[in-house]
């Protein structure tokens, strides 16, 4: 509190260069009346600013300078009985003011830069925004300066008011600038795309005509179209496969259920977007999920945490040095996890291009001093932020545990990334889909029939109609389905260069699409043995083997007949290592990758292999079949930091992003904020619930 406290006594940075103003303002005005005790006034004054300067060691440019101005003009003046400082003032002065603003910018410190950081915490000095702002606005102080000086040099009479004029002006650019420039620069691109349709959902359609077309139907989607049915839109979802889901689904094999891709889900907690889901479409959390346990083997060793106190106690005695630095990481990851959502939109938090557009610039200049602690995550990559914490390379490695679900390695990892997609499972923990993920995604499809809408399977959309760089519908085969607004749940490669067509799009557009990297894909092998595995926990990470065992009848016992379970082996995969789909060389490799898991596994689970009654196994070209996700991947685009994800709104007026394909990424607590945030966009941010905390 007492760091608070210091801090709200800080003088603003604006009234800070007011400040550093005054003595040069005593100067001018009385050396202007001939008065020359202006200079020696003037000195007493920039050494006041000076002097607690010098005892913090924290220098001002401006003060400095000032100082060293008037220290020279009065020893000119009063020893060297010089009259040019007191005769020339204005001229001088500005000149003095001109060659520094200039020489800062040089060296790359803006003069204005040091007073701009008594309003903002260290964390933002670094962001090359915040130097290119402060350096725009030094800039144009260097013009007033030598503008200022020309004006004195040529006809001193008139110069008071008109220099006078233009310090005003400056200072009131500075004031709106620093506030507008922040949103100017994370939203010029975004609001070239940020179009404006018009959908009045009251307004009676034709059978073939819809409010809102949902072009696939994974979470991202149905998570869009639940809630625009809700709020009374005409919806239609159009998906290729005979269920919905995408990776969110299930099939069932002689009794056991198995999951194509979802078994830990995240955002569930207090605050969670899935929470606002299910409490805005009425269903109920325990009906749908089951908190997960889990055991992690590393190094021969099992941890087996039930709650964040068990895995932080669990951590301190394996690594008893590094027992402070432990509380000390999840102490900061809770307030920055905290802080991620303290003022989310119907449970989804917004990027900075949707902060600046919902909340105002003011909002987004001041989200570094109202979000400090996940600013900073945001700021570097998961190892920096380790690094940062730990020294043993070992505790490290066991804290990237879950970092599959990113698909990346640590140094390649945005730290905000992590927080959000691996340490939240830490701190609130990861539920499972009760009755299958099949379940969850069914029930959001039941959900918008029973809201009016319509959800066709078997419809493969060969093509989003687009008419003058505006959307006009879908088309399956012969049959067209009409609306002004089209939600692309599909893969981003698939929506532009397949549905919508490279003629529609800019080049350059479309490059940038062609060079997006994909994620990387998984290889599963799903396994009904008849064993009683009830005694393991749910998941199993093994760090030593590269594998999880996922054992679903111990999250819920229907997924597997009585006293048998459904067990699901999963590893990283690259769909570039496997033959052709159909191919002996495609089978056999697909056979021995599995036995190679099996054998693994019964390391866990011994005698695993002598009680499988049924197997089958999924490869990336497996994924990609039923998914349509090129290269099978799992999370879409690669999600490390260098990736630039395509913003949810399109160069194509109407033509929406709902899926992993956007911000956030990939998962599906990060496709359901995919989904609020569409909806949002398209009900005009209405019906929206902010929450501050």
């Known amino acids: 509190m007492e760091g608070d406290a210091k801090s709200s006594r800080k003088v603003p940075g604006m009234l800070y260069i007011l400040a550093s103003f005054i003595p040069w303002i005593v100067y001018w005005v009385l050396c202007g009346m001939g008065n020359w005790l202006g200079i020696v006034f003037s000195l007493a004054i920039s050494l006041l600013l000076v002097v607690p300067q010098i005892h913090k060691r924290d220098f001002n440019l401006m003060d400095v300078i000032s100082f060293l101005y008037f220290s020279t003009a009065a020893a000119a003046t009063f020893i060297f009985n010089l009259s040019i400082f007191a005769e020339k003032s204005g001229f001088l002065g500005y000149s003095v003011l001109f ?275 996940f600013f900073d995550w945001m700021n570097k990559t998961y ?60 029930s959001l499809k039941a959900f918008i029939e029973n809201n009016g809408g319509k959800v066709l399977t078997r419809h493969k959309v060969d093509r989003i109609l687009v008419e003058n760089g505006e959307v006009k519908g879908a088309g399956v085969g012969d049959k067209i389905f009409r609306s002004p607004v089209v939600v692309a749940n599909a893969n981003a490669k698939t929506t532009f260069l397949e549905l919508v067509g490279g003629d529609n799009l800019d080049k350059k557009f479309v490059d940038y699409i062609k060079g997006l990297e994909m994620s990387p894909s998984a290889f599963m092998v799903f396994l009904g043995v008849d064993m009683d595995l009830s005694d393991y926990p749910t998941l199993i990470k093994n760090l030593d083997e590269g594998i999880e065992i996922v054992i679903n009848s111990n999250a819920d016992p229907s997924l597997a007949p009585k006293g048998k379970a459904s067990v699901t082996i999963i590893t990283g995969a690259n769909y570039h290592d496997f033959p052709e789909r159909g191919t002996e060389e495609y089978s056999k490799m697909k056979r021995e990758i599995a036995e190679m898991l099996i054998k693994k596994a019964e390391k866990v689970i011994p005698g695993l292999s002598e009680h499988i009654i049924v197997w089958d196994g999924a490869t990336p070209k497996t994924f990609e079949r039923y998914t349509s996700m090129p290269e099978g991947a799992m999370y879409s685009f690669d999600q490390s930091i260098d990736t630039k994800r395509p913003y949810f709104k399109t160069p194509i007026k109407g033509l929406y992003l709902a899926s992993a394909s956007t911000f956030p990424s990939g998962g599906i607590e990060a496709v359901v904020i995919s989904g609020i945030i569409c909806a949002n966009d398209i009900c005009g941010w209405k019906n929206t619930e902010a929450r501050e905390m």
Not at 139 to 166: D, H, M
Not at 197 to 217: A, F, L, M, T, W
Not at 414 to 432: D, E, I, K, M, P
């Open 99 to 373: 060659l520094m603003a200039l020489i800062s910018l040089v060296i790359k410190q803006p003069f204005t830069f040091q007073a701009s950081k008594r309003d903002y915490p260290e964390i933002y000095w670094k962001e090359k925004s915040f130097l290119v702002i402060n350096s725009i606005i030094t800039g144009v102080w260097a013009a007033i300066f030598i503008a200022n000086a020309i004006i004195f040099l040529l006809n001193e009479t008139s110069a008071v008011v008109l220099s006078n004029t233009l310090i005003a002006l400056g200072i009131m650019f500075s004031m709106v600038f620093s506030l507008k420039a922040p949103a100017y620069f994370v939203s010029g691109e975004f609001k070239k795309y940020d179009w404006s349709v018009n959908v009045n959902p009251r307004q009676s359609k034709k059978e073939d005509e819809h409010d809102v077309i949902i072009v696939g139907s994974g979470i991202g989607g149905l998570t869009c179209g639940a809630l625009l049915s809700k709020r009374g839109y005409k919806v239609l979802v159009l998906e290729q496969h005979h269920q919905v889901g995408g990776y969110c689904s299930s099939f069932r094999r002689k009794g056991f259920v198995f999951n194509t891709g979802v078994v830990d889900v995240s955002g569930l907690w207090e605050k969670g977007p899935l929470t606002y889901l299910l409490r805005e479409l009425g269903l109920k959390k325990e009906d749908l999920f089951v908190r997960n346990t889990i055991r992690y083997i590393f190094k021969g060793k099992v941890i087996e945490p039930h709650n964040l106190e068990e895995f932080i106690s669990l951590l301190s005695e394996m690594f008893p040095d590094e027992k402070e630095n432990v509380y000390a990481f999840f102490d900061e990851s809770k307030k920055a996890y905290e802080e991620c959502y303290k003022d989310s939109v119907n449970g989804a938090p917004l990027p900075a291009e949707l902060i600046a557009k919902v909340f105002g610039a003011k909002k987004l200049l001041d989200y570094p001093k109202e979000h400090p602690h």
């Open 383 to 442: 190892k920096e932020k380790l690094d940062e914490f730990f020294i043993n390379e070992d505790l490290k490695t066991l804290l990237c545990a879950l970092l599959g679900y990113l698909g990346t390695e640590p140094e390649k990892t945005r730290a905000s990334s992590a927080l959000t997609a691996v340490v939240s499972y830490y701190l609130h923990g990861g539920y499972f889909p009760k009755g299958g993920a099949q379940r969850f995604a069914d």
